[in-house]
Every structure is written in structure tokens, then in C-alpha cells.
């Protein structure tokens, strides 16, 4: 793997029909910024080889509005991305090294910050990196970063659906 994109989900409703967490979906804003992301996604050259999505409806939902952007891409919708810890995300990460040239992660929150938190104080990321990243990881936005041949993530950057003209963070 050379390439890493952590990713959290499109922006929600507050509460889906069922009650449950895990069936709540996309705002139309959300849908809005997830194809933004896509297409922010593909113009940098960063098209995934695999895609590791929570198998929560809004995870799905944004992949499912961001892949035409990205073309044909292995997906694997996985369970146990739901609200997982960054040691789960990260075996996710470790198990997919030799599978993938560039993996995108979808997740939640705070798993998919705080993994990225732990890789850029890994790397040494500059001070300034690491207050914008424990600033916040708003929905839709991805962490990217550069893996080299150890596996070792290096910071190559954050994108937000706001700062491409999309929904305000949250």
C-alpha cells in the first residue's frame, strides 16, 4: 500500500425511523457532499483499489454517492467498522497492506480521528497538522496519508467537502 484515506461518513439526520444508530442516513446535504467528495477524491488522482465500509447505512449511503467518481473499485462492507476503536480500524489498515496500492477507510467517528491523531504523532506531523486534526473531523472529510515500504503513514493531507464548497463542518 502506498496510499491511505481515512474517512468519516456524510453528514446525517439525527435520528433514523428504526431508533437505531446504525440506520441513520444521509441529509440531502450529506448525498450533496459525499459525490463532492468523490469527485474532490478522483481530480487529486486518489482512487482507492479497496474500499473498507462500515456496514452502517450512512457509511454505505456516502460510499454509494462518492463511487461513480472513483470508477471500479473492490468494496468490502465490513461489520465490525461500526463504531470501531482505532485498534480495530488500524487491523483493518495492517491486514490490507499487501491487498491494496491505495485504501480507503470509511468509518465513524471518533475511531477514524483518533487513528488519525495516532498516525501523525507517529510520523512527527508538525504541530500545526496535529491542531487541525484534533480540531475535528467533520462528516465527509478524509485524512490522507503517504505509507511508505514499513508501513509507516506520513501526513499528505485533510479534505473537507466545506473547503471545496460544500455543507459547514461539524
Not at 9 to 36: F, I, N, V
Not at 40 to 52: E, F, Q, S, V
Amino acid at each position: 500500500m502506498h496510499r491511505l484515506i481515512l474517512m468519516r461518513h456524510a453528514k446525517t439526520e439525527r435520528a433514523a425511523e428504526s431508533g437505531l444508530d446504525r440506520d441513520r442516513a444521509l441529509t440531502p446535504r450529506g448525498l450533496d457532499d459525499a459525490a463532492l467528495m468523490g469527485r474532490i477524491l478522483a481530480d487529486k488522482g486518489l482512487r482507492p483499489d479497496l474500499a473498507l465500509v462500515s456496514s452502517a447505512t450512512r457509511t454505505r449511503q456516502t460510499w454509494e454517492a462518492m463511487h461513480d467518481s472513483l470508477g471500479d473499485v473492490e468494496v468490502r462492507i465490513e461489520p465490525r467498522l461500526y463504531d470501531a476503536t482505532t485498534d480495530i480500524i488500524r487491523r483493518f489498515v495492517e491486514d490490507a497492506e499487501d491487498k491494496a496500492g491505495c485504501l480507503l477507510v470509511m468509518a465513524h467517528n471518533p475511531g477514524v480521528q483518533l487513528l488519525a491523531m495516532e498516525y501523525l504523532t507517529e510520523s512527527a506531523a508538525s504541530p500545526s497538522v496535529l491542531d487541525r486534526m484534533a480540531g475535528g473531523f467533520p462528516t465527509g472529510a478524509a485524512a490522507i496519508f503517504e505509507v511508505d515500504v514499513a508501513g509507516r503513514c506520513a501526513y499528505d493531507g485533510f479534505l473537507t467537502p466545506k473547503a471545496f464548497g460544500g455543507g459547514a463542518e461539524d
